[in-house]
Nanobody, 115 residues
Framework: QVQLVESGGGLVQAGGSLRLSCAASRSIFWNYDISWYRQAPGKQRELVATITTGDRTNYADSVKGRFTISRDNAKNTVYLQMDSLKSEDTAVYYC?????????WGQGTQVTVSS
């Protein structure tokens, strides 16, 4: 069973920052690339950022330069540091390994950016 738990969301003003956390089981953390996704109301879920097991990172164009994904190997946790937040970043944020491997999604964490 894939274990991934998101946390850290909240309400923030535009221009502010939040850090999301994705706690993973050890086997998941060390064997799979982990990504952050988001889904805004009425929109499809989209890929936001990915970090590979080799620490390579990729970002959606919409968040490049504002979001940073990172891994804490001691805590089996992946973070998403979100800076310069915009109202269009409002969404439920999820972490997951490739959905082709794990099609199940957790509860996610709500991020609301007020303008």
């Amino acid at each position: 069973q894939v274990q991934l738990v998101e946390s850290g969301g909240g309400l923030v003003q535009a221009g502010g920052s939040l850090r999301l956390s994705c706690a993973a089981s050890r086997s998941i953390f060390w064997n799979y690339d982990i990504s952050w996704y988001r889904q805004a109301p009425g929109k499809q879920r989209e890929l936001v950022a990915t970090i590979t097991t080799g620490d390579r990172t990729n970002y959606a164009d919409s968040v490049k330069g504002r979001f940073t994904i990172s891994r804490d190997n001691a805590k089996n946790t992946v973070y998403l540091q979100m800076d310069s937040l915009k109202s269009e970043d409002t969404a439920v944020y999820y972490c997951n390994i490739p959905p082709s491997i794990n099609p199940h999604w957790g509860q996610g964490t709500q991020v609301t950016v007020s303008s």
